[in-house]
Structure formats: structure tokens, C-alpha cells
């Protein structure tokens, strides 16, 4: 089975990482999720520490927001998606 390496969502072609394909895997994250996130996202939110804009979405059933990273460095790379708790508190408070 080959590997899906690029995705088209937000308007434009993204490159999916190494990375972030191994973490889609073990954490049960189908593309389609990513894309979802990426064209509908609940949040957006820069994150300079890391050098990413990250998109967030709420995906069916899931009560923890996915985030989905995309790299400043070309505005096309996905380096990493998770579940992200934190990120939903602070989304629930009006935060994020």
C-alpha cells in the first residue's frame, strides 16, 4: 500500500510529513479529518515556539479538538495532527 503524500485543503496542496503520517497511524486519524480541520477549522492559532500555524476542529463524536500544524516555512507542510486537550480548555473558556 502506498502512502498519500500531498492532500489538497484550505485552497491549496499540503505535504504530509513523515511524521505526521506515522502519528495519523497510531493515532487512528484518517485524512479526511485532516482536511476537514484544515478547511473548517474551529480555531486558528499561530504558535511561534514551534514556527506553525495550527488549525483545530471538532471531528464527529470526539469531544478533544484535532489539531493539524502547518509549517510557516512554506505554508504547505503538515508536520504533526493530535488530539489536543489543552488546547480544548482553553477553547471552552473563550481563549483559543
Known amino acids: 500500500m502506498q502512502?498519500?503524500?500531498?492532500?489538497?485543503?484550505?485552497?491549496?496542496?499540503r505535504?504530509?510529513?513523515t511524521h505526521v503520517l506515522l502519528?495519523?497511524?497510531?493515532?487512528?486519524?484518517?485524512?479526511?479529518?485532516?482536511?476537514?480541520?484544515?478547511?473548517?477549522?474551529?480555531a486558528i492559532e499561530d504558535d511561534e515556539y514551534n514556527d506553525s500555524t495550527n488549525y483545530y476542529g471538532f471531528i464527529g463524536d470526539n469531544v478533544t479538538l484535532l489539531a493539524v500544524a502547518i509549517s510557516k516555512r512554506d505554508d504547505q507542510t503538515i508536520p504533526t495532527a493530535f488530539f489536543?486537550?489543552?488546547?480544548?480548555?482553553r477553547y471552552l473558556r473563550?481563549?483559543?
Do not use: C, H, K, Y
Open 3 to 13: 502512502l498519500i503524500r500531498t492532500i489538497f485543503a484550505g485552497g491549496r496542496e
Open 15 to 17: 505535504r504530509l510529513s
Open 23 to 42: 502519528r495519523m497511524r497510531q493515532r487512528s486519524i484518517p485524512i479526511e479529518w485532516i482536511v476537514q480541520v484544515i478547511d473548517s477549522p474551529a
Open 84 to 89: 489536543d486537550e489543552r488546547a480544548t480548555r
Open 94 to 96: 473563550g481563549e483559543l
